[in-house]
C-alpha cells in the first residue's frame, strides 16, 4: 500500500519516481528551486519544500506556513521527470501554457501511496442547522413555531420563517460561520421588505456560531436580534 524511499541518490530518485508517477500519490520533501513560466513568471530560491503529484496529475509545492501551496498545477497536467543532474520535474498544462520546473538539490525522503476514494459527508451546513431548527424549535426560543424554509423575498430567499408566542413574524438567516457585517445587512433587507408587505410586528434573527463585534453593534442599531449556536450539539441532534 506504501512504499518509503530514505535520503535517496539522484538514480534512484529519478528510477523511483518513473515507476510510481501516474500509478500512486508521491510526495517527496527536498531542498529545490521552483520555476514558473506562463502567464506571469517566478523563480522560488533554493529551499526544502514538500512536493505532491497526484495520479490524477495534480502537482501541488508547499513551503511550511499558509494553507495555500507557494504554486501548484490542477489535474489533467504533463509531468515529466527529467534524468541528469540535479534532477527536474517538470509539469506542464495545455490551456493556459503554463510551466512548472521543479529542480531537485537534495532529496531527504519520498513516500508513495496507494491513495482510494471513501465516502464523503459534509455536516454542518447552513440547511443541516435550519433542519434541526424545523426539528427543534426551541433552538431559537421557546416557543417559536418554524413553518417554511427558503421564504422568497425579492432580495433573496430567508432561510427559515416562523411565528413567535406572541403571533409576530420571525425571519431567521442562518450563517455558518462567524456572522460578518454582510450577514446583517442581509437580514436587515429581508427585515425591511417583510415589514413592509406584511405590516405587522416583525422579528429578525440570525443564528451563527460567532458574530463579528462590528456585526454586532450594527445589528443591535437595526433592533435585529442574535442567537449563538454550538455546531457540535447540532451536528449531535442530527445523529
Known sequence: MYSVLL?????????????????????????????????AESKASESPRLIILKPDGTVIIHESVKREP??????????????????????????????????LKEVFYITSSIVREGDFMIKGREIDVVNMVMQNPNLVEEGFHPF??????PYGKVDL????????????????????LSAVS?????????KEVKGEKV?????????TNHAEDLLRKLNLEFI??????IIRLKD
Do not use: H
Open 7 to 39: 535520503s535517496p541518490s539522484n538514480q534512484e530518485t529519478y528510477f523511483f519516481l518513473s515507476q510510481k508517477i501516474y500509478r500512486e500519490l508521491l510526495v517527496i520533501f527536498a531542498t529545490c528551486e521552483v520555476k514558473y513560466k506562463g502567464r
Open 70 to 103: 507557494l504554486n501548484w498545477q490542477p489535474p489533467g497536467t504533463q509531468i515529466d521527470i527529467i534524468n541528469g543532474y540535479p534532477l527536474k520535474i517538470v509539469a506542464e498544462r495545455k490551456r493556459p501554457n503554463e510551466i512548472i520546473e521543479i529542480v
Open 148 to 153: 417554511a424554509r427558503e421564504y422568497k423575498t
Open 161 to 180: 420563517v416562523g411565528m413567535d408566542k406572541n403571533g409576530n413574524f420571525v425571519l431567521v438567516e442562518v450563517k455558518r460561520s462567524k456572522a460578518q
Open 186 to 194: 442581509q437580514l436587515y433587507r429581508y427585515y425591511l421588505y417583510v
Open 203 to 211: 422579528r429578525g434573527i440570525l443564528m451563527a456560531p460567532a458574530i
Open 228 to 233: 449563538k449556536y454550538d455546531i457540535t450539539n
